[in-house]
Every structure is written in C-alpha cells, then in structure tokens.
C-alpha cells in the first residue's frame, strides 16, 4: 500500500537558517504530493502541492520538487522566521480508485523557530 | 460558513460509553473525508464519502466505529463502547469535485478516561 515517511523531529533552527525536512513515498501509480502545516492551536492547511514528476510547488517562501526518480518530496525554505513554527506533514493522494482524494500522511515534524 | 467546522472540540469521556463527534463541510464540497491523529503519529484515514455514500471504510479500525452523512451535508462519526486507544483527535475534511485540495477542520479532541 501507499506511505509516506518524514525525518524525525524535532528540528530546531535559529531564525534565517535554511530548512530542509525529508519526505519520500511509496505508492503505485502517479499519486499528487503535498505539504500541510499545522500552526499552534489551529488547524491542517494545504502549504503546497505536486501533481506530476518534476513539478515544483511553493508558498510563502517554501519550495518542494517531486522527484519521481528517487521518490522525494523534500521541503525546503532558504531562511525560516519564528512565525514557521509549526508541525509540517508530508502526504498523498491515491490517484484514482474508489477513495480518489483520500490522502495518507507522514508522522509530522515539529519545527520550532528561535530569535 | 467559510470553513469546515467540527464539534465539540473538545470531549472527555469514560471508558464504555458512546460518542458521536459532527463535522459540518464547506457548503458544495461533495467529498468528505474523516481522518484520525493519536499522539506523535501521523493521520489515519477512517473514511471516504462520496455525497452520502462511503465507497471507502477501510480505515474504520473496529465495527464500534460508524459515521453517516445526510445529503452532501453533516456527517456523524460514532465510536460505540470507547476505549482508552481511541483517544486521539478526530479531524474531517471536505473537498469538492476536483479533489485538488482538501480542507480541514479544527477537529475534535476525545480522551477516553
């Protein structure tokens, strides 16, 4: 079946350093990638996407690419804030099938961003 | 409302008793989801609908869970007789025809004493 495995956490980095949290994935098919963040107190919300090999997606500073080659979706910023302090999850979606759109998910890495 | 909403958010309950914890999708969103997240572990997909249909319960981890959904509107999710491992927070999501974004709920929190 589908899964998806993340580096451990927690990761704590000083404000302006570069992040990297790994994802890769094991699935059939051509499923879509995705990076959901959960900030303190609130809820999961879609940070970026990847339909096909080779598409780079990216919000609010942060770039993954889906590697098809190596199975990877690796989340990258060049200089985290405080504010980036949040659990982040790698996750994806079947492609087709009677549970189109279901997604499975990594474990979570805990970010935390010091001054 | 703007977003999809889940109640209670919060639930404590004794071992044995039953629990039914309601999410309320995006209006229009046809697809919605009910996933699961116990402590320091990922999501768990419980269940699929399709308006109020559930092509997919394959994650439902027992026959004490249940979860029904009237139109393309609320869906119930029921755990009968809890038990302590059923702790955890229970998140729904909602989608619409595209299925290129899932939205999420606050969810809900249950600890089972």
């Known amino acids: 079946g589908n899964s998806v495995t993340q580096m451990e956490g927690p990761v704590t980095l000083s404000e302006e350093a570069f992040l990297t949290i790994n994802c890769t994935y094991t699935a059939t098919g051509y499923p879509s990638l995705f990076w959901y963040v959960q900030y303190p107190g609130e809820g999961l919300q879609l940070l970026l996407k990847?339909?096909?090999?080779?598409d780079k997606g990216s919000n609010k500073g942060f770039e993954a690419t889906y590697r098809k080659e190596t199975t990877s979706f690796h989340l990258e910023k060049g200089s985290v804030q405080v504010s980036d302090s949040a659990v982040y999850f790698c996750?994806?979606?079947?492609?087709?099938?009677?549970?189109?759109?279901?997604?499975?998910f990594g474990q979570g890495t805990i970010l935390t961003v010091h001054p | 409302g703007a977003g999809v909403s889940q109640s209670p958010s919060n639930k404590v309950t004794e071992k044995g008793k039953d629990v039914e914890l309601r999410c309320d999708p995006i209006?229009?969103?046809?697809?919605l989801y009910w996933y699961r997240q116990r402590l320091g572990q990922g999501l768990e997909f419980l269940i699929y609908?399709?308006?109020?249909?559930?092509?997919?319960k394959s994650g439902l981890p027992s026959d004490r869970f249940s979860a029904e959904r009237t139109g393309e509107s609320v869906s119930t999710l029921t755990i009968q007789r809890t038990q302590q491992e059923d702790s955890a927070v229970y998140l729904c999501?909602?989608?619409?025809?595209?299925?290129?974004?899932?939205?999420f709920g606050p969810g809900t929190r249950l600890t089972v004493l």
């Open positions: 999501a909602s989608g619409g025809l595209n299925y290129n974004e899932q939205f």
């Open positions: 609908f399709q308006g109020n249909s559930a092509p997919d």
């Open positions: 209006s229009g969103h046809t697809a």
């Open positions: 990847a339909t096909k090999a080779d």
């Open positions: 996750a994806l979606r079947n492609a087709g099938g009677t549970s189109y759109g279901k997604l499975t």
